[in-house]
């Protein structure tokens, strides 16, 4: 006997709960797959020769400008981070079993404890701009 599952049986969406798993588990290797070619492609580009940094007063609303954009950036990467974290870790009772204690680790690092690890991804990441130390820090 043939066994037709309907999309709202407990078993249809146990199937298509697991094509969702799969599709995402695709999505995200083919993500790191991207950007490890996009890091590759950047490590052979020819460095970059460093530029000045502009002393004069008229320079400095300028580079308080791109300081407040890249605080801005982090504040809303962090709060996504947060939003996709704490619904992923609410709804899905599995994940929360593995995100909660990672998250426990990781918050009882300090933060300065990241920054030679950003520095150097960062670095890897953009090898070509002359601004390693101003775009990471």
């Known amino acids: 006997m043939i066994s037709h599952h309907s999309v709202f049986s ?3 969406l146990r199937i298509a709960g697991n094509r969702f798993a ?14 490890l070619l996009l890091v ?7 460095l970059e020769a460093r530029r000045s940094i502009d002393l004069s007063w008229r320079a400095l609303p300028g580079y ?3 300081s407040l954009g890249r605080g801005f950036a982090a504040y809303f990467l962090s ?20 995100m909660m204690p990672a998250l426990d680790v990781f918050q ?17 990441l953009f090898p070509t701009q002359s601004a390693s130390g101003g775009t990471i820090c």
């Not at 799969?22 to 993500?31: F, P, Q, T």
Request: glycine fraction near 8%.
């Open 64 to 66: 308080a400008a791109l």
């Open 40 to 46: 590759a492609r950047e490590a052979a580009a020819p």
């Open 79 to 98: 709060l996504a981070f947060a939003l996709v974290y704490g619904t992923i870790a609410a709804r899905v009772p599995r994940a929360e079993r593995l």
């Open 22 to 35: 799969d599709l995402m588990a695709v999505a995200i290797v083919g993500a790191i797959l991207a950007v």
């Open 108 to 124: 009882s690092v300090p933060v300065l404890g990241f920054l030679p690890g950003l520095v150097l991804a960062m670095s890897h």
């Open 10 to 12: 407990q078993e249809g």
